[in-house]
């Protein structure tokens, strides 16, 4: 099958796909299982949970969200429509996404790495404490990232291989924003990919000094496949996009979504009047370890928290920053030693010379080979157009000093503009160095750097919202394993066996993730006030049966609506007094109040549930 090519998958991929399914499948029923022993915690959840409820045709007053990740809850509010109506239906649908994002992120892998390098790369990604915290547990972001995956790697397979495959790629990009929004700052990651192929520099360059050449060359470019293809996704994008919009305008008239995503994209500060609000710019750079592995997450108001990296984050970054700095004095010293960055290193002298050339995944043959002089060649120029080069690398660093001076002082859009600017400046001035994979490499720093950016640019700091970095930095730590393992990759005589260190390393590194995984449930403390709405509702449920006819009053309509299944009345602290004067039979408050018509029969947590006397 051509695709299977295409992705570079073969029958030797076979076993380390089921390993990676398996080990996906088990952790994400582990986690769905705590997440049931846990409790909804992210308040979120409860829109989705009565959007899918909405689909699947009853509507409980969310008409107003229905914007809100129509994906995710389509797909659950069909599974409401068979009957299975739970929290656990969410899970499993959230839970599906992930791992089919993670299968995706092996795949993509593989374009740079071997099977062992892509298998470590992706069961790091999963195990990941940040990850598992909100791994099929109703939230969108890890959906969102798995179909961001996919329409980046169908996105680099139409650039390097078929142009037919800007089709699935930018239908699944329609299909990550309208799971999560925000998924919509890929698109940078996409053009730094696109524009490393189609130099936009060198275009410049033919159109300053070859006019007549340019006009050809653009004339011909329009008449290939590539623009076809182009032009087919973005209608089929557009024509998906509309649909979508459709099926949201039937339920609202106003699209918060738009809003939503120019105040994300406008890079502004937003509200202070947020749970999440924190003036601490550098919250996820100074917390990263402890995304990365945490010994402890502890619960604040249902905002859980990661402390206390343990050691295996040391380790992972440890790996990354080493590995880079040894690819680096690599990529310095080609000239010396001829390398080639995808893990074949070829040493030129005039004498036979006896190498170690790399197999597939470590296993290392012993070969002669014959080595020429090197000849020396005169350096090509760059650019035809004479002070172009001289001129980008001066725009370059001016455009680098005022993104840095200027971060977090103006929007983030103009700084992410500037970034992306910057690399693709990059691109164009390595681009005689011949670097395999520059692309590759320089869409992750893209992807890393236009996430980190937006949300750092934010005064509304989540720590899930980081999740959108991890496949960048996972892909990195992977590259500097991958430097690494050259330089560690030699046998060992342990207990009359030669042992090669680079397949040891990896398989302590697998070992060392997937065990964190399986006892990551051990690290989170446990607040037995996450499911006190649960369980106030089900008290309610058993006290009165007849409860679906009488007015209730809540503090907090979102986890009650879904507990109750029935529309309430939102009474907050301030709105108190209508109470003695309404005909509610219930009010459930999250404090002990005094109330003149009202006497209190149950109380779970810090919740009360009080009934109207003499009914």
């Given at each position: 099958?051509?695709?299977?090519?295409?992705?570079?998958?073969?029958?030797?991929?076979?076993?380390?796909?089921?390993?990676?399914?398996?080990?996906?499948?088990?952790?994400?029923?582990?986690?769905?299982?705590?997440?049931?022993?846990?409790?909804?915690?992210?308040?979120?959840?409860?829109?989705?949970?009565?959007?899918?409820?909405?689909?699947?045709?009853?509507?409980?007053?969310?008409?107003?969200?229905?914007?809100?990740?129509?994906?995710?809850?389509?797909?659950?509010?069909?599974?409401?429509?068979?009957?299975?109506?739970?929290?656990?239906?969410?899970?499993?649908?959230?839970?599906?996404?992930?791992?089919?994002?993670?299968?995706?992120?092996?795949?993509?892998?593989?374009?740079?790495?071997?099977?062992?390098?892509?298998?470590?790369?992706?069961?790091?990604?999963?195990?990941?404490?940040?990850?598992?915290?909100?791994?099929?547990?109703?939230?969108?972001?890890?959906?969102?990232?798995?179909?961001?995956?996919?329409?980046?790697?169908?996105?680099?397979?139409?650039?390097?291989?078929?142009?037919?495959?800007?089709?699935?790629?930018?239908?699944?990009?329609?299909?990550?924003?309208?799971?999560?929004?925000?998924?919509?700052?890929?698109?940078?990651?996409?053009?730094?990919?696109?524009?490393?192929?189609?130099?936009?520099?060198?275009?410049?360059?033919?159109?300053?000094?070859?006019?007549?050449?340019?006009?050809?060359?653009?004339?011909?470019?329009?008449?290939?496949?590539?623009?076809?293809?182009?032009?087919?996704?973005?209608?089929?994008?557009?024509?998906?996009?509309?649909?979508?919009?459709?099926?949201?305008?039937?339920?609202?008239?106003?699209?918060?979504?738009?809003?939503?995503?120019?105040?994300?994209?406008?890079?502004?500060?937003?509200?202070?009047?947020?749970?999440?609000?924190?003036?601490?710019?550098?919250?996820?750079?100074?917390?990263?370890?402890?995304?990365?592995?945490?010994?402890?997450?502890?619960?604040?108001?249902?905002?859980?928290?990661?402390?206390?990296?343990?050691?295996?984050?040391?380790?992972?970054?440890?790996?990354?920053?080493?590995?880079?700095?040894?690819?680096?004095?690599?990529?310095?010293?080609?000239?010396?030693?001829?390398?080639?960055?995808?893990?074949?290193?070829?040493?030129?002298?005039?004498?036979?010379?006896?190498?170690?050339?790399?197999?597939?995944?470590?296993?290392?043959?012993?070969?002669?080979?014959?080595?020429?002089?090197?000849?020396?060649?005169?350096?090509?120029?760059?650019?035809?157009?004479?002070k172009l080069e001289p001129l980008l690398k001066l725009i370059f660093i001016i455009t680098l000093i005022f993104a840095v001076l200027s971060f977090d002082k103006i929007s983030s859009t103009i700084t992410l503009i500037l970034i992306s600017f910057?690399?693709?400046?990059?691109?164009?001035?390595?681009?005689?160095?011949?670097?395999?994979?520059?692309?590759?490499?320089?869409?992750?720093?893209?992807?890393?750097?236009?996430?980190?950016?937006?949300?750092?640019?934010?005064?509304?700091?989540?720590?899930?919202?980081?999740?959108?970095?991890?496949?960048?930095?996972?892909?990195?730590?992977?590259?500097?394993?991958?430097?690494?393992?050259?330089?560690?990759?030699?046998?060992?005589?342990?207990?009359?066996?030669?042992?090669?260190?680079?397949?040891?390393?990896?398989?302590?590194?697998?070992?060392?993730?997937?065990?964190?995984?399986?006892?990551?449930?051990?690290?989170?403390?446990?607040?037995?006030?996450?499911?006190?709405?649960?369980?106030?509702?089900?008290?309610?449920?058993?006290?009165?049966?007849?409860?679906?006819?009488?007015?209730?009053?809540?503090?907090?309509?979102?986890?009650?609506?879904?507990?109750?299944?029935?529309?309430?009345?939102?009474?907050?602290?301030?709105?108190?007094?209508?109470?003695?004067?309404?005909?509610?039979?219930?009010?459930?408050?999250?404090?002990?109040?005094?109330?003149?018509?009202?006497?209190?029969?149950?109380?779970?947590?810090?919740?009360?549930?009080?009934?109207?006397?003499?009914?």
């Open positions: 099958m051509k695709f299977i090519k295409d992705i570079n998958i073969n029958r030797m991929d076979s076993p380390y796909i089921l390993f990676l399914l398996i080990f996906t499948s088990l952790i994400t029923i582990n986690i769905i299982f705590f997440n049931n022993q846990l409790g909804i915690y992210c308040s979120d959840v409860f829109i989705y949970l009565l959007n899918s409820l909405n689909y699947a045709g009853v509507n409980i007053d969310a008409n107003a969200t229905m914007y809100l990740s129509p994906v995710l809850c389509m797909i659950t509010g069909g599974i409401f429509r068979l009957g299975y109506v739970n929290v656990n239906a969410l899970y499993i649908v959230t839970g599906i996404f992930a791992i089919f994002g993670n299968l995706g992120f092996y795949i993509l892998l593989k374009k740079r790495f071997n099977k062992t390098l892509s298998l470590i790369g992706s069961i790091l990604l999963f195990s990941l404490s940040l990850n598992l915290l909100w791994l099929a547990n109703g939230t969108l972001d890890i959906p969102a990232i798995g179909l961001s995956i996919w329409s980046i790697l169908f996105f680099t397979l139409a650039v390097d291989k078929n142009p037919k495959y800007y089709i699935p790629s930018l239908l699944l990009f329609v299909l990550s924003i309208f799971t999560r929004y925000t998924a919509g700052l890929i698109i940078p990651v996409l053009l730094i990919y696109f524009f490393g192929k189609y130099d936009l520099f060198q275009c410049l360059d033919k159109l300053l000094s070859d006019r007549e050449s340019f006009k050809e060359s653009a004339k011909a470019f329009l008449k290939t496949s590539e623009v076809k293809y182009i032009i087919i996704a973005l209608i089929t994008s557009v024509s998906l996009t509309i649909i979508f919009l459709y099926f949201i305008s039937g339920y609202v008239t106003n699209l918060g979504f738009l809003s939503q995503s120019s105040a994300v994209s406008s890079g502004l500060k937003t509200s202070v009047v947020d749970s999440a609000f924190t003036t601490n710019t550098y919250f996820y750079i100074t917390n990263f370890l402890n995304f990365l592995f945490s010994n402890n997450i502890i619960f604040k108001g249902n905002i859980p928290s990661l402390y206390n990296p343990n050691i295996i984050s040391y380790l992972v970054f440890f790996i990354t920053i080493l590995g880079l700095i040894i690819g680096g004095l690599k990529l310095k010293y080609q000239k010396k030693r001829h390398i080639n960055l995808n893990g074949l290193s070829d040493f030129k002298s005039e004498n036979k010379i006896e190498t170690l050339t790399k197999t597939t995944d470590y296993k290392v043959k012993n070969e002669k080979i014959e080595s020429k002089p090197i000849k020396k060649t005169s350096k090509e120029p760059l650019f035809k157009t004479k910057d690399i693709l400046i990059l691109n164009s001035l390595l681009s005689n160095h011949k670097i395999k994979y520059l692309n590759l490499d320089l869409a992750m720093i893209t992807w890393f750097l236009v996430y980190l950016i937006t949300f750092t640019y934010i005064n509304i700091k989540v720590n899930r919202y980081i999740l959108t970095v991890m496949p960048a930095f996972v892909y990195f730590f992977t590259l500097g394993l991958n430097y690494i393992s050259q330089e560690l990759d030699f046998n060992l005589n342990l207990f009359k066996h030669k042992i090669n260190t680079s397949q040891l390393l990896a398989v302590i590194l697998i070992i060392i993730f997937v065990f964190s995984a399986f006892t990551f449930t051990s690290t989170v403390t446990i607040d037995q006030e996450i499911k006190s709405p649960e369980l106030i509702s089900n008290y309610l449920k058993h006290y009165d049966p007849d409860y679906e006819s009488k007015n209730i009053g809540v503090y907090n309509k979102r986890p009650f609506s879904w507990f109750l299944h029935k529309d309430l009345f939102g009474i907050d602290k301030y709105h108190r007094d209508y109470l003695e004067q309404s005909d509610l039979t219930y009010y459930i408050s999250n404090e002990k109040v005094n109330l003149t018509n009202y006497h209190q029969i149950q109380k779970e947590g810090n919740l009360y549930l009080y009934q109207r006397n003499n009914t």
